[in-house]
């Protein structure tokens, strides 16, 4: 029961870390889309605006891929490429974005790229080439791929779930040793210890740190006789007569089944070994 309980306690633990992982990660993720997406609408109601435009609408933005996203227009504009790069890195710093990214202006008329640039946090070291080359008025659609992932966006309310997960952790194993050592410490300290074993006689059992072991009636009945000569033969016959013939009972290899399950309850510990004296009896070394 108690390696059950184990289990159940372990999975019910990774079940709640888990979704809590999880729930933090995906809405980690949908902030930080969303904060991007943002900074990519400033992105193109500049451009707009750097075009004399202040009617017309930057469509909605779109996520082609993770971390790639797009930027339509509603009308033809010209583009800048000095402003374009200017823009972009000013927006980007005010939304805290990352500043690694790769900007791919394209046709609308086909997938030709008009001009592009690779940013890597600061102008001089990324690559914008042409940049006083001005695009003419047209269709154009702007591409921005992050070529390093996002920086988590960690909220209040982040920090404040994380604190209750690890809480929640610290009760649940608070609880688990108390309710551990209150099901598994015997009130009666009547014991006698075997290799890493304690034998609780009255109550049928033996206890190994966290393992509890229930015995039948006989299994505790042979193993007092043994804990009581330990490191001496005990005959068979004395075995027979004192757990089975004394009650008026006849037994065949009823002796040797016994003695084989406390053999396979014992054999954790290499510290103590049941031995058969062939022809004589058995021997508790310990």
């Not at 996002?150 to 809480?167: E, F, H, I, N, Q």
């Not at 072991?213 to 006789?225: H, T, V, Y």
Request: with cysteine; hydrophobic share 40%.
């Amino acid at each position: 029961m108690m390696k059950r309980n184990t289990y159940l306690f372990k999975g019910l633990l990774i079940l709640v870390l888990g979704t809590l992982i999880q729930s933090c990660t995906t809405q980690t993720n949908s902030k930080n889309a969303d904060i991007i997406k943002v900074a990519l609408r400033d992105v193109g109601h500049q451009l707009l605006l750097n075009n004399q435009d202040s009617t017309s609408r930057v469509k909605p933005i779109i996520a082609l891929e993770e971390f790639k996203y797009q930027i339509a227009f509603e009308n033809h504009l010209i583009i800048h490429p000095d402003s374009l790069v200017r823009i972009m890195t000013n927006s980007f710093k005010k939304a805290n974005v990352s500043q690694h990214y790769l900007t791919e202006v394209l046709q609308c008329k086909d997938p030709q790229v008009a001009y592009s640039y690779q940013m890597k946090a600061t102008i001089e070291k990324g690559m914008v080439p042409c940049i006083g080359r001005v695009l003419e008025k047209g269709c154009y659609t702007i591409t921005v791929k992050f070529t390093k992932a996002p920086k988590p966006m960690v909220t209040a309310r982040d920090s404040l779930l994380w604190v209750l997960a690890a809480g929640f952790v610290l009760l649940a194993v608070v609880l688990y040793k108390k309710n551990a050592k209150t099901t598994h410490t015997p009130t009666n300290e009547n014991y006698e210890v075997i290799g890493h074993y304690k034998f609780y006689p009255e109550q049928n059992k033996l206890i190994k740190e966290a393992l509890e072991i229930s015995l039948s009636k006989k299994e505790c009945e042979l193993l007092a006789i043994f804990i009581a000569h330990p490191n001496q033969i005990v005959t068979r016959d004395t075995l027979t007569k004192k757990v089975w013939e004394d009650k008026g009972v006849i037994v065949g290899r009823s002796l040797d089944t016994y003695i084989s399950k406390l053999r396979k309850l014992l054999q954790d510990d290499d510290s103590i070994k049941l031995t058969n004296v062939h022809g004589v009896g058995y021997k508790l070394e310990c």
